[in-house]
Nanobody, 124 residues
């Protein structure tokens, strides 16, 4: 059974940083595009960042540009989300996802596998 395991969430003050990690159990996932999404209470799940399988292409939602960085280590089958200058509005459950394609996408419906999510809470 395919597993995506996120870690690194927690409680941080505004202006602080967190680094999320997502490790995949399936070795072939190292050749697939990966993304991060988030869902705040009462809101729909939304795109945050995505990266192609080589790491050469990445996309960000406007609200996190310049603050968040997505990266990957294919040898470890892991994708990361470095989050700096965190704001209270970044509070959400963060999910990693894998798309069975080498190309990154901003579209939630184009991802095939999802992690269980990790809570990020930013206090003001």
């Amino acid at each position: 059974q395919v597993q995506l395991v996120e870690s690194g969430g927690g409680l941080v003050q505004a202006g602080g940083s967190l680094r999320l990690s997502c490790a995949a159990s399936e070795l072939t996932f190292s050749t697939y595009a990966k993304g991060w999404f988030r869902q705040a209470p009462g809101k729909e799940r939304e795109f945050v960042a995505a990266i192609s399988w080589t790491g050469a292409t990445s996309y960000y939602t406007d609200s996190v540009k310049g603050r968040f960085t997505i990266s990957r280590d294919n040898a470890k089958n892991t994708v990361y989300l470095q989050m700096n200058s965190l704001k209270p509005e970044d509070t959400a459950v963060y999910y990693c996802a894998v798309r069975r394609s080498t190309y990154a996408s901003r579209r939630l419906e184009e991802y095939d596998y999802w992690g269980q999510g990790t809570q990020v809470t930013v206090s003001s």
